[in-house]
């Protein structure tokens, strides 16, 4: 999701020295107070001066509590790390505590927050994070114990780096669980309506289903494997509907179909993408397709229905227009009936009269050969 930030400039009057005391005057005074207030001064800016503006508009900060091991230590993208969190509300109820917690950098794994301020620690370092809602559990929170719109405060450690799997090397059942986890992580993300991390949560998914492999698979695994390629697929195709993205969305359905055409939630997801696209016949032949293969669906059964009315009013509309735009049909079909009931009876007439006329012609040219 493309996030724009703001920047506003204060700003700053001139100066007005007509109330400075005489430089003599300031020599000579001294007080202890004033002296109290300007180290406070110093040190509340000091204390400013930690906090690290991650992206710039004030709502995700960063304080390093222990340094670590030095830049170079840094992770990267596509990197796992494992950190040590304590997760806590602003009224400094813990709600997460682990130990270790082991993600890929980048991936979405774990919340925003994280995510973004993990790429800037070093290795052996604690940091306190502050972070608004949005880059944690948002306006959905998380049940029960993170209400919704809750910033939060993260005390990380990094603890390890190391680069991610060889997704060649991996067993089929090291394959299938790492495609699960990312397929998940998007189902996280469809269900807080963040369809844009969703759909990268289930790409991901799919590019670790689709990696070649220098393993040899059973023909269970694969089965596995193929089934969760299409829950993804699936799943994509729901989020990029969200997003109106009808095209990529009628890809994904179709890459369903080609190996499961009786797919249900893929036919069911074909139909919306058409009739969005104004397909409404194809649309409802797609529909009644996947109500014949589940009767009882009431949501097929529903979505069917109201694309049927749909339809027959636009024909009806369509109807209307037609016959606007070539005048009044009833007087337009009763003058070719008016002019058919004449013109049948000359044109018999004159028919008539032509063969009589041939006949005599004929009559005579054999009588002169004679």
């Known amino acids: 999701r493309t996030r724009g930030f703001e920047i506003i ?11 400075l005391p005489l430089l003599e005057d300031v020599e000579k005074k001294e007080n202890p107070a004033a002296e109290n207030d300007s180290e406070k001064q110093q040190t509340d800016a000091k204390e400013v001066q930690e906090w690290l503006d991650v992206l710039g508009n004030g709502i995700l900060k960063k304080k390093v509590l222990i340094s670590g091991k030095g830049a170079e230590s840094r992770p990267r993208k596509g990197q ?6 304590k997760s806590m509300l602003e009224n400094e109820n813990v709600v997460e505590d682990q130990e270790s917690l082991t993600f890929t950098l980048g991936d979405g794994d774990v919340i925003q927050a994280l995510d973004l301020c993990v790429q800037l620690m070093e290795v052996g370092e604690t940091s306190l994070i502050a972070s608004d809602a949005k880059y944690c559990y948002g306006k959905e929170g ?25 997704l060649e090397n991996l067993s089929g059942q090291e394959k299938l669980n790492l495609a699960n986890k990312k397929r998940e992580r998007g189902n996280f993300y469809y269900q807080q309506a963040d369809y844009i991390f969703a759909i990268n949560s289930y790409d991901i998914a799919l590019n670790v289903v689709n990696s070649s492999s220098k393993v040899d698979f059973s023909s269970e695994e694969e089965s596995s494997l193929l089934d969760v390629k299409m829950k993804c697929l699936n799943n994509l195709a729901a989020s990029q509907l969200k997003l109106d993205h009808y095209e990529a969305a009628l890809k994904s359905c179709n890459m369903v179909l080609e190996h499961q055409p009786e797919n249900i939630k893929a036919l069911f997801r074909k139909g919306k993408v058409l009739a969005q696209q104004g397909e409404y016949s194809d649309a409802i032949t797609i529909l009644r397709k996947a109500l014949k293969l589940e009767p009882a669906n009431k949501t097929i059964h529903a979505e069917l229905s109201r694309l049927v009315k749909k339809h027959t009013d636009q024909r009806n509309v369509e109807s209307a227009m037609y016959k606007k735009m070539l005048g009044n049909p009833s007087s337009a079909s009763a003058k070719p009936a008016s002019k058919s009931s004449w013109s049948i009876p000359w044109k018999w007439l004159f028919g008539a009269t032509a063969v009589a006329i041939g006949g005599v012609a004929l009559s005579v040219v054999i009588a002169a050969r004679n």
């Not at 400039?9 to 109330?19: K, T």
């Not at 796992?80 to 969190?85: F, G, N, P, R």
């Open 80 to 85: 796992d790390v494992t950190v040590q969190l």
């Open 142 to 166: 998380r049940s029960p114990d993170i209400p919704p719109n809750s910033n939060l405060n993260l005390e990380v450690t990094l603890l390890d780096v190391q680069d991610g799997p060889d």
């Open 9 to 19: 400039d204060s700003a700053v009057e001139e100066d007005d020295l007509s109330d």
